[in-house]
């Protein structure tokens, strides 16, 4: 694929996600207004407003995923309720999958030193892929806790794993797994990349785990626990960097 198709396909992969979400808040609002009560009419025209924000981070994170040495240093770090973006995430993600079930299991009182539009797309990139290459199962598990100091969450979907040679590989710019679903599957191979980055730069971590017995492919996050202290030295950290841009 030449620079030029490359460069579409990323653009065409980031910003759909949004765009249906858009597209689909906005015409169940228009089919069904009498329907609504006053509070689901303002939760569904938030989420546009803030769909629309995302989109247009997405546009410039896409612009800038072009050039290898993207350094995302305009992340704004705050103490983020974990599970709360995560529900939000997945409200969105279940505009495009009305028929999949998201079992969740959520420890609560989560909290990590996060950019909130970042961990958002993160959430979505990931819950859209589970959902996209689950294989004869509309099923996503969605598990988070705490262990030695860190946050997880698990993200896990079902039906086609992905081989041992290729897990590293997958979060490589551009590429993409070789499987049945992969060639099913439209997508440009950035989305893991923009995710992988992103979780770096928030002092995460991130792996994936097969089983081959019950067909399931998982991703695990990790984020440092909120601890003031850091949080403070992270701020300093990230406020140097920007003035550096």
Known sequence: ??????????????IRTPLTSIKGFAE???????????EQKKKFINIIK????????????????????????NLVFKKTNINEILLKSIDVVKVNYKN?????????GLFSSLDKDASEQIFINILDNACKYSNNSNKVEITTYFKDNKNF???????????????EKIFDKFYRTQTYLTSKVQGS????FIVKTLISKMNGEISVNCSEKEKSVEFLIGFPVFILEDFTK????????????
């Open 50 to 73: 803030e769909q629309s924000i995302r989109l247009i981070n997405l546009v410039e994170n896409a612009l800038n995923a072009a050039d290898s040495d993207v350094e995302y240093n």
């Open 153 to 167: 969450i698990s993200i896990k979907n079902f039906g086609e794993i992905i081989e041992e040679s290729e897990k």
């Open 28 to 38: 169940t609002i228009l089919s069904s207004y009498d329907k609504l009560s006053d």
């Open 100 to 108: 999949f079930i998201f079992e969740k299991n959520l420890s609560n």
């Open 1 to 14: 694929m030449d620079t030029k198709k490359e460069f579409l396909s990323t653009i065409n992969h980031e």
């Open 189 to 192: 191979g950035l989305g893991l």
């Open 234 to 245: 992270l701020s300093h950290k990230n406020l140097k960097r920007s003035k550096n841009v």
